[in-house]
Nanobody
Framework: HVQLQASGGGLVQPGESLTLSCAAS????????IGWFREAPGKEREAVAC????????YLPDFVKYRFAISRDKNQNTINLQMNNLRPEDTGVYYC???????????????????WGMGTQVTVSS
């Protein structure tokens, strides 16, 4: 079965950078999109970045596209989220997630994935 585990969260000050990693395993013939989603206090879950593992095409919403980047490490089978110029509103629990029925990064970031990791806490505060 598919396993996803997010790591790399922590406490940072505004303007600093942080990289999250998603360890993915259990994929066989499927090449689905994998994405990062976050849940901030008092806010609904929202997609922050998605990547299609078959062609590395990415999707990022406007509110993060100039600061964040998502990439795949083929050798280590990890999905990374590079976050730059972090803001307090970026605070939240970040989850790595996928849906074996969604190959498109755009589609995954506009739906609710079915497979989730445990998440990692990111806190941006001075």
């Amino acid at each position: 079965h598919v396993q996803l585990q997010a790591s790399g969260g922590g406490l940072v000050q505004p303007g600093e950078s942080l990289t999250l990693s998603c360890a993915a395993s259990g994929f066989t013939l499927n090449r689905p999109a994998i994405g990062w989603f976050r849940e901030a206090p008092g806010k609904e879950r929202e997609a922050v970045a998605c990547l299609s593992t078959n062609n590395d095409i990415t999707y990022l919403p406007d509110f993060v596209k100039y600061r964040f980047a998502i990439s795949r490490d083929k050798n280590q089978n990890t999905i990374n989220l590079q976050m730059n110029n972090l803001r307090p509103e970026d605070t939240g629990v970040y989850y790595c997630a996928t849906d074996l029925g969604q190959a498109s990064s755009y589609a995954l970031c506009h739906s609710r994935p079915t497979e989730w990791g445990m998440g990692t806490q990111v806190t941006v505060s001075s």
